[in-house]
C-alpha cells in the first residue's frame, strides 16, 4: 500500500525529465505518471499543499507566482542531505526560495515539508544513498546531462499518488 496521494506546488525542470522519469520507474513504477503535461522532474516550492483548492484559493497562487519573474537556473552539483537524499542543487537559488516564503506566506496552513526543517533548501531530489548508490554515481549516470540549464517560467500544482499522479493546473511565472 502506497502513500495517501498529496499536492505539491512545483517548477518543473523539462532537460532532467527523462532521467528523473526513468529513476521514478525503477525505484516505483505506480508513481509514473501518463499525463502528458506532468514533469516529474522538478524543484518543490510548497508542499505538500491544499489536497483540494477551491476558485479563491488558486487565484492567491496565481497571484504570487506572477508576482515573481521567470528566470533562468543551473543544475550540476548534486549533494546528499543528512537523512541519505541524493539530489541536484539549483542555482541561484534565491527565486526558489523568494517563491517558497511568497506562497508560505499566502498559505500558512501549508508550512514547507510540514514545518520540519529550520531552514529549507532548494533541490531536485534524485535518490536515495545506498549500496552503490552515492553523490560519484549519480554524476556518472548523468553524464551529459550536466551542467543542466533551463528557465523557470511556470509553477505546476502537482498531485502524488501511486497510479494517480498528474498535473492539476499550472501558473506562468511573472
Not at 508513481?31 to 483548492?53: E, I, K, M
Not at 523568494?98 to 496552513?109: C, G, I, K, N, S
Request: proline fraction near 10%; include cysteine; charged fraction near 25%.
Amino acid at each position: 500500500m502506497g502513500w495517501p496521494g498529496h499536492s505539491v506546488l512545483q517548477v518543473p525542470v523539462a532537460p532532467l525529465d527523462g532521467f528523473v522519469r526513468g529513476l521514478t520507474g525503477r525505484q516505483d513504477a505506480a508513481y509514473l505518471s501518463r499525463d502528458p503535461g506532468f514533469t516529474h522532474a522538478h524543484v518543490t516550492v510548497l508542499g505538500p499543499f491544499l489536497a483540494s483548492p477551491d476558485a479563491a484559493e488558486t487565484e492567491r497562487v496565481r497571484r504570487v507566482v506572477a508576482s515573481v519573474a521567470a528566470f533562468e537556473v543551473v543544475l550540476e552539483r548534486v549533494a546528499r542531505f543528512p537523512d541519505g537524499t541524493l539530489h541536484l542543487v539549483p542555482e541561484p537559488d534565491g527565486p526558489f526560495r523568494e517563491l517558497t516564503a511568497r506562497l508560505a506566506e499566502a498559505f500558512p496552513q501549508c508550512p514547507p515539508y510540514e514545518g520540519r526543517y529550520a531552514e529549507l533548501h532548494p533541490h531536485l531530489t534524485l535518490d536515495l544513498a545506498g549500496p552503490g548508490v552515492d553523490e560519484d554515481s549519480l554524476r556518472l549516470d548523468l553524464g551529459d546531462l550536466l551542467p543542466a540549464r533551463c528557465r523557470a517560467e511556470r509553477v505546476d500544482l502537482a498531485w502524488w499518488e501511486q497510479g494517480a499522479t498528474r498535473r492539476l493546473a499550472w501558473w506562468p511565472l511573472g
